[in-house]
C-alpha cells in the first residue's frame, strides 16, 4: 500500500460528500476496495470521519472567502451563532460541483443556499442574522459598495428639483434600482453593535418594519429607508402609469376606504425626497 | 535580506491602501503565486515594496506532480516578484484517481481539493517529498522553504510524528523551513502537547521565514483562521523561535478578509517588531 493511496482516500473525502457519506455508513465495505495494508486500514476505522467532513466544509469555507468582502457581517454573525462549521459542512457537496463557476455566480448560489439552511433554523436560533444577510444582499446586488459603513441612511433631500408638491396629474414611479423587504431586528443597529463590539442577542429590539434600499446611480447615491406596512402598501400602487388620483382611487376600492389624494401627494413627496420615488 | 528579520503581511485586496497607509512600517509583501499567475498586474500596485513569493500549487507531498505549464509559470514568478525564496506548503493538493472505485467526480482528472492539506508521514512520502525538493530547488534555481499544515488529524498510515518527518526531510535536503505557528498550534491542539515544549522539537536551525495568524475555535477544535489576531502563545512562540532560528522573514498572515481593520494590523506590526527587537536588539551606534 502507497501513501497515495491514503491520500487519494483522503482527497476523495474532502471533495466527493457522496463517497465520505458511503464510508461513514459502512468503512470497512468501502475500504476493502482499496488494498490497504493492515495499519492504514485500521487508521481509517479509527479516524474520526466527522473531523475529515468538517475539515471538508473548512476548505469550502476558506474557498468562499470572496464572501468576507460583501457579507462581512453575516459572516460574523454565522461564527457568532457557531453555524460556521456545520453551515459550511453541509454546503460542501454543492460547492463542488460549482467550482468552475465564476465568483457572481458563486455568490447567487451561496446565498440561495444560506437563505434556505437559515429559514429552517428555529426561529429563535439565530437572531437577526437573516435581516443582516437581507441587508447585505441589498447592498451587494444593488452597489458595489465594500462595507456597510459607506452607507447612507436616508436624510432630508431636496425634491429631486422640484419646488413645490406634486400635483393630482402627475405620475410618480420608482426611482432607479430598489430592493425591499421586511426585517424583524434593525439590521444597521445590529451591524453597529457587531462593529462595536457589543453584539447581544438578548438586547435586540424588534423593529418589524420594512427596509427599502434605492439607488440612484445617476446621482451616485444609495438610500436605505425604514417602512411601516401602510407605507409599504401605497408604494406597491405604484406602476409608473397611474397618476397620483388614479393610485388614490385604486388604494379606496382594494381598500374600501377614502384616500386623500393632497395626503397621498404628501406622501409620495416625501418618498420622492428619500429617493424612492421620482416624478416625470 | 540580511540582519534582524524584516517584518511584512501577507498580500490580499487591501494591499495598495494599507500600504499608502503605513508602508514605512512593512518590510515586504509575501505574495500568493496563484494570483500572479492569473494577474501579473498586481505586482505594481506594490510600487518598489519587496516581495515573497509564496506558492500552494507544487503539491510536493503529492503522488500526482504538477504540469509544465504550472511550473513555468512558478519560474515566471520567481523572475517578476525577485523573491529571495520561495516558500511552498509541505502538502498535497491532489491525489490520483488510479484504480480507485469509480466516481462520477470529473471522471479521469485526479481529485483536486483546492486547498493544502497535510500528507500521510511515513518513509515513502519522505522519498517522494525529498525527491520533488531536489528537482524544484535544481530546476527552479532558487532556496525553497517548505510550510507546515496544520494537522486536524494524524493520516491514515502515518508511521511517524511530525517533528521526525520534517527531520528526515531537512535531512536528506538542505530546504529551509517556513514555520507557520497558527498551524503548529493547531497540530499541538491536536495532539494534547505544550507547544513551546514541541517546537524543541523542530529543526529550529532550519526557520527561515515565520507566519503569524490567528485560530478559532469551534466545534471543540482549533481552525486556521486568517481573519482575528493570533493569541498571546504565537508570539511567545515566535520569541522561542527567534532565539535559536537565523529567522530573515516574518508575515502577518491577515489576509482573508479585505474589511480586516487598518489600526488591528498597524498594532500587529508593532507588536511582532518588538518580539523581534527583543530578540535583535537594535545595535548602538
Not at chain 2, 28 to 52: C, N, T, W, Y
Request: with cysteine; hydrophobic share 45%.
Amino acid at each position: 500500500m502507497s501513501s497515495g493511496t491514503a491520500q487519494s482516500i483522503l482527497a476523495r473525502c474532502l471533495v466527493d460528500a457522496d463517497f465520505l457519506d458511503a464510508l461513514t455508513s459502512t468503512p470497512a465495505a468501502i475500504l476493502a476496495d482499496y488494498g490497504l495494508d493492515e495499519r492504514t486500514r485500521r487508521d481509517f476505522l479509527n479516524l474520526d470521519l466527522s473531523t475529515v467532513r468538517r475539515l471538508a466544509g473548512f476548505i469550502t469555507k476558506v474557498q468562499n472567502n470572496g464572501l468576507w468582502q460583501y457579507f462581512a457581517y453575516t459572516r460574523r454573525l454565522l461564527a457568532h451563532y457557531q453555524l460556521d462549521s456545520a453551515i459550511f459542512s453541509t454546503y460542501t457537496r454543492l460547492h463542488q460541483r460549482q467550482r468552475d463557476l465564476d465568483r457572481r455566480a458563486q455568490t447567487y448560489a451561496f446565498l440561495t443556499f444560506l437563505e434556505r439552511e437559515i429559514g429552517n433554523l428555529d426561529r429563535d436560533r439565530a437572531p437577526a442574522l437573516s435581516d443582516v444577510m437581507a441587508h447585505e444582499r441589498a447592498l451587494w446586488e444593488l452597489a458595489k459598495l465594500q462595507a456597510p459603513s459607506d452607507l447612507l441612511k436616508s436624510a432630508t433631500t431636496p425634491r429631486n428639483g422640484r419646488d413645490k408638491l406634486p400635483g393630482p396629474e402627475d405620475i410618480p414611479r420608482c426611482h432607479g434600482a430598489m430592493k425591499l423587504f421586511a426585517v424583524q431586528f434593525d439590521p444597521l443597529i445590529t451591524i453597529l453593535a457587531l462593529k462595536a463590539g457589543t453584539f447581544d442577542p438578548a438586547k435586540l429590539v424588534p423593529a418589524n418594519q420594512y427596509f427599502a434600499y434605492a439607488l440612484d446611480s445617476v446621482a451616485g447615491q444609495l438610500r436605505i429607508c425604514a417602512l411601516g406596512d401602510l407605507d409599504v402598501y401605497v408604494l406597491s400602487f405604484i406602476n409608473s402609469r397611474r397618476s397620483i388620483r388614479n393610485i388614490a382611487r385604486a388604494i379606496g376600492r382594494a381598500s374600501r376606504v377614502k384616500i386623500d389624494v393632497g395626503d397621498l401627494s404628501r406622501f409620495l413627496d416625501a418618498a420622492a425626497a428619500a429617493g424612492l420615488v421620482s416624478f416625470r | 535580506m540580511n540582519g534582524a528579520p524584516r517584518v511584512g503581511i501577507a498580500y490580499n485586496g487591501a494591499s495598495e491602501r494599507i500600504l499608502r497607509s503605513f508602508g514605512d512600517h512593512i518590510d515586504f509583501v509575501e505574495m500568493p503565486f496563484e494570483l500572479l499567475r492569473h494577474a501579473p498586474s498586481v505586482v505594481s500596485e506594490l510600487g518598489d515594496k519587496p516581495l515573497i513569493l509564496h506558492c500552494a500549487s507544487l503539491s510536493i507531498a503529492s503522488t500526482v506532480a504538477p504540469t509544465r505549464a504550472t511550473l513555468d509559470a512558478v519560474r515566471a514568478a520567481i523572475d517578476l516578484t525577485r523573491t529571495p525564496w520561495l516558500g511552498e506548503h509541505l502538502a498535497f493538493i491532489e491525489a490520483e484517481r488510479g484504480e480507485l472505485p469509480a466516481s462520477p467526480y470529473a471522471p479521469g482528472e485526479p481529485y483536486n481539493i483546492g486547498y493544502t492539506v497535510s500528507p500521510v508521514m511515513d518513509a515513502e512520502a519522505v522519498d517522494r517529498i525529498v525527491s520533488r525538493l531536489d528537482y524544484y530547488q535544481t530546476s527552479l534555481r532558487i532556496p525553497i522553504l517548505v510550510e507546515n499544515t496544520p494537522l486536524y488529524f494524524v493520516p491514515p498510515g502515518s508511521t511517524m510524528d511530525y517533528a521526525e518527518f520534517v527531520h528526515d526531510i531537512c535531512e536528506r535536503t538542505n530546504v529551509g523551513l517556513l514555520l507557520d505557528l497558527s498551524h503548529f498550534l493547531i497540530n499541538c491542539n491536536m495532539a494534547k502537547r505544550e507547544p513551546l515544549q514541541a517546537l524543541r522539537d523542530l529543526p529550529l536551525d532550519r526557520v527561515i521565514e515565520v507566519h503569524i495568524s490567528g485560530a478559532s475555535v469551534d466545534g471543540g477544535t482549533l481552525w486556521d483562521d486568517h481573519t482575528v489576531v493570533a493569541e498571546d502563545i504565537i508570539f511567545d512562540m515566535c520569541a522561542l523561535v527567534m532565539k535559536s532560528a537565523p529567522v530573515q522573514a516574518v508575515t502577518l498572515e491577515y489576509n482573508w478578509s479585505i474589511n480586516f481593520p487598518f489600526d488591528t494590523l498597524y498594532a500587529e506590526l508593532k507588536r511582532t517588531r518588538n518580539v523581534v527587537e527583543r530578540a535583535y536588539p537594535p545595535l548602538l551606534s
